[in-house]
C-alpha cells in the first residue's frame, strides 16, 4: 500500500508564512512528478504547483507565483511548498498529488494525501 502524508497546515495571518510537507510511504518504485492542488467549498481542486521527478522543472498557478515555491526531497520522497506572503484566498484543503509507480506493478497512477486545512486570517 501506499500512503502520502502531509502536514503543516493552520491558521496564519495575512501576510505570514507556512510551510507544507507530504511524504510517501510504502511499496513505492518510482515517483515522477509530485504537486499540491488545493480545493474550497463549491469550487473544483486546482493545481497550485507541480515539480518533475528530478527537480529541474516546475510550475506554479499565476496566483502563487512569487509567493509560493515547491521542492523536493527524493531521498525522503517528500515535496515541499512553502507559502509566503499569505493571503486570505489563499484558504483551501490542500492536497499532494504524486504520479508512482508501485512496486512489482506495472503503470504510473496518481495518488493523493487526505488534505490539510490552511487559513488565512485577515
Known amino acids: 500500500q501506499v500512503q502520502l502524508v502531509e502536514s503543516g497546515g493552520g491558521l496564519v495571518q495575512a501576510g505570514g508564512s507556512l510551510r507544507l510537507s507530504c511524504a510517501a510511504s510504502?511499496?513505492?518504485?518510482?515517483?515522477?512528478?509530485m504537486g499540491w492542488y488545493r480545493q474550497t467549498p463549491g469550487k473544483q481542486r486546482e493545481l497550485v504547483a507541480f515539480?518533475?521527478?528530478?527537480?529541474?522543472?516546475?510550475n506554479y498557478a499565476d496566483s502563487v507565483k512569487g509567493r509560493f515555491t515547491i521542492s523536493r526531497d527524493n531521498a525522503k520522497n517528500t515535496v515541499y511548498l512553502q507559502m509566503n506572503s499569505l493571503k486570505p484566498e489563499d484558504t483551501a484543503v490542500y492536497y499532494c498529488?504524486?504520479?508512482?509507480?508501485?512496486?512489482?506493478?506495472?503503470?504510473?497512477?496518481?495518488?493523493w494525501g487526505q488534505g490539510t486545512q490552511v487559513t488565512v486570517s485577515s
Open positions: 515539480i518533475t521527478s528530478g527537480g529541474g522543472s516546475t
Open positions: 510504502g511499496s513505492i518504485f518510482s515517483i515522477n512528478a
Open positions: 498529488n504524486a504520479e508512482l509507480q508501485v512496486a512489482g506493478r506495472h503503470g504510473v497512477y496518481d495518488y
